[in-house]
């Protein structure tokens, strides 16, 4: 673990560069947004900027960002606001309170936190360390780091309150943003939809006790990234085929044949500490925007716009290999896939609470079941945020308060990196897996 490199100079409030105004000042939100999770989301963008005086140009980069983001919270209003929950309501209340953004120095070079065997919580000291509970009500719903390197690389570290906004949500923010500060015409750039709470209101009479995910958890959570390249995914892919026991033609995705690998992995951790192999949930995380065609959910929908797939393992015997759960998270993502295409906006709603309800059975202790949370970034645009400066050069996510995996393209694209959290005993196991440590690496990059 390095030691303390990370030097905060500045911290601030942005507020809208526009006053919302009053008929807009308080944000009902959806049905998923309630379901969300009590956490934030956390990205890191890097980039690596060349040229002389570059101190001085990282100093003028990062004041250069202050009056965009001021300009594209106009557009993105509540996410200036502050959350308001109680057990009637829940809104956000966009007064322009603003968001909290800081600047930093990090007193070597880029390269010195990238280039070695990466650790993971090095990271953290990239995204802003002194973040309330992301459904706090007196608290910023974002917070954005900003730190430039000596070398004359600079971050972009976000923590985003899951309770008001997705992946999705966020990148498009952030692209918007940096849009804006080349310049764009930001009424032409930033267009969010706001109309997801309409289609999905919250529903009261349906869900009731919502068990929240703390945001730091008792057990100590470690994150470890795995990177499967292009070319190990395609040995992947006739590995596979090869083996394929159904009659059913099946050409998985990249994410899919990955998904396998590390679910697999889980099982094996829960057999060494049960002794057999158990029944097992894994919760697939999906973004509704493009799958519906009755419900017009616009691929700019802002806020929470996803769902959830529950694929099952249900042991058979005492051998699993990891391309036996192909077909069952291919068929669960084709057949919810097809439904949510053809559903209403109460059908869709209806599947959101009951797939909720279940993974909350299966996430108890004494349920027989090892459940686990998937979700994908990939084919998400994340490495689309120029800011004048050319795209990042990586982009990543950062340690979880809770136990999950998170698929991302590698910047090379045709790879999958996948960030796993997990408690420290099992990831020692996890980590000892065959399929593991034979298909994936860490690398330098």
């Known amino acids: ?23 807009l000042q308080s944000f009902k939100l959806s049905i998923f947004d309630q379901l969300a999770p009590s956490y934030h989301i956390k990205i890191i963008l890097y980039y690596s900027i060349n040229g002389e005086n570059k101190a001085s140009n990282n100093s003028q980069l990062l004041t250069q960002l202050e009056e965009p983001l001021a ?29 909290e953004y800081l600047e930093a120095k990090f007193d070597g070079e880029l390269a010195e936190l990238l280039h070695q065997r990466l650790d993971v919580e090095n990271l953290d000291q990239l995204l802003p360390q002194e973040v309330c509970p992301a459904d706090s009500a007196t608290t910023p719903l974002v917070t954005i780091q900003t730190t430039s390197f000596y070398c004359g690389g600079l971050s972009i570290g976000m923590c985003v309150s899951h309770k008001v906004a997705d992946t999705s949500t966020i990148l498009s923010f952030i692209n918007g943003w940096a849009k804006a500060n080349q310049g764009e015409n930001i009424n ?52 596979f085929k090869e083996n394929a026991t159904t009659d059913q033609e099946i050409q998985p995705t990249r994410v899919t044949l990955v998904t396998a690998v590390i679910w697999k992995a889980l099982i094996s951790v829960a057999q060494a500490k049960h002794g057999q192999l158990r029944p097992s949930l894994l919760v697939i995380v999906i973004n509704l925007r493009g799958r519906t065609a009755v419900v017009p959910i616009s691929k700019n929908a802002f806020g929470n716009s996803w769902t959830t797939i529950n694929a099952r393992f249900t042991p058979t015997g005492n051998i699993l290999e990891w391309f036996h759960l192909v077909p069952l998270l291919s068929d669960a993502v084709r057949n919810t896939s097809k439904f949510i295409s053809k ?45 004048g400066w050319g795209r990042p050069s990586w982009v990543s996510s950062a340690r979880r308060c809770c136990e999950m995996m998170t698929l991302l393209d590698s910047k090379c694209g045709d790879g999958i990196e996948v960030w796993v959290s997990l408690n420290e005993k099992d990831m020692y196991e996890l980590e000892r897996d065959k399929d593991i440590r034979s298909k994936s690496f860490v690398f330098d990059l």
């Open 1 to 23: 673990m390095m030691g303390p490199k990370i030097h905060i100079f500045s911290r601030k409030l942005i507020k809208p560069s526009n006053p919302t105004p009053k008929h």
């Open 71 to 99: 300009h594209s919270l106009s557009k993105f209003y509540p996410l200036a606001g502050r959350l308001v929950k109680d057990q009637e309501h829940l809104f956000i209340d966009c007064s322009d309170q603003g968001i």
């Open 188 to 239: 032409k750039v930033l267009c969010p939809d706001f109309g997801v709470p309409s289609l999905f209101p919250l529903k009261n009479s349906i869900v009731q006790n919502i068990p929240e995910i703390a945001e730091h958890m008792e057990v100590k959570i470690v994150t470890r990234r795995f990177l499967f390249d292009g070319s190990e995914i395609a040995k992947l892919k006739d590995l």
């Open 343 to 387: 559903a209403s906006t109460e059908e869709i709603s209806l599947l959101a609470v009951t797939n909720f309800k279940e993974e909350q059975e299966g996430f108890r202790k004494n349920s027989g079941v090892d459940a686990f949370i998937c979700t994908s970034w990939s084919k998400l645009p994340a490495y689309d945020a120029d800011f």
